[in-house]
């Protein structure tokens, strides 16, 4: 089945600094990769997301790459804020079974 | 908000209590998740219902008992439970009918204590 892994565990940055957080999937079959943000007491909320059909896809200071060959995706966040600050996994979906597979997380803190 | 509601919002049980936590969403969505969230390890699907059908029981132990009565409503009864039991149970909910959409929104949670 699939395997995500998840990198960082934790990264501190600076307000306005660029943050990055790098994610590894195994298998190849899967198609859809989300991000989600955890804030505290809260549940996941979706970010951004991109198919294996798009190469990266951008929301503001958010963005999101693929590398189908490698089998790994990154989110990008810049000009971070405090309020970036909060737990971020990544996900993947293996289309076999259509359900999402999740990485361990990454505890971002972004400091003013 | 997301639109699904957990209650209730933290539990401390013992070992031998029978308790149920429940998930509502009111995003007329026809599949609902529940998930285990420990420290430090991935978020586990634990079950899924698509138009109130369990489609996925992912080896979860039978203390853990799930229920839909309807495509609005989630329950997870929990009877006999284990210390290694405590976790956050999150609630999910999708329209995965066809163009429905990938998302996946989920609740607050339910933070469970295990004594």
């Known amino acids: 089945g699939e395997n995500v892994e998840q990198h960082p565990s934790t990264l501190s940055v600076q307000e306005g600094d660029s943050a990055v957080i790098k994610c590894t999937y195994s298998?190849?079959?899967?198609?859809?990769f989300p991000w989600y943000k955890q804030e505290l007491g809260k549940g996941p909320q979706l970010i951004i997301d991109i198919r294996s059909n798009v190469g990266e896809k951008k929301d503001q200071r958010i963005a999101v790459t693929l590398n189908k060959t490698a089998k790994h995706f990154s989110l990008h966040i810049t000009e971070t804020q405090p309020e970036d600050s909060a737990v971020y996994f990544c996900a993947a979906r293996n289309t076999g079974f259509q359900k999402l597979v999740f990485g361990t997380g990454t505890r971002l803190l972004v400091s003013p | 908000e997301t639109g699904v509601t957990q209650t209730p919002r933290h539990l401390v049980m013992g070992m031998t209590n029978k308790k149920s936590l429940k998930c509502e969403q009111h995003?007329?969505?026809?599949?609902m998740y529940w998930y285990k969230q420990s420290a430090k390890k991935p978020l586990e699907l634990m079950f899924v219902y698509s138009l109130e059908e369990r489609v996925e029981n992912n080896s979860v132990p039978s203390r853990f008992s799930p229920e839909c009565p309807n495509s609005s409503h989630l329950f997870l009864h929990l009877h006999t439970l284990q210390p290694e039991d405590s976790a956050l149970y999150l609630c999910a909910s999708k329209d995965s009918l066809a163009g429905g959409g990938e998302t996946q929104y989920f609740g607050p949670g339910t933070r469970l204590l295990v004594l």
């Open positions: 298998d190849s079959a899967s198609n859809y």
């Open positions: 995003l007329g969505h026809n599949a």
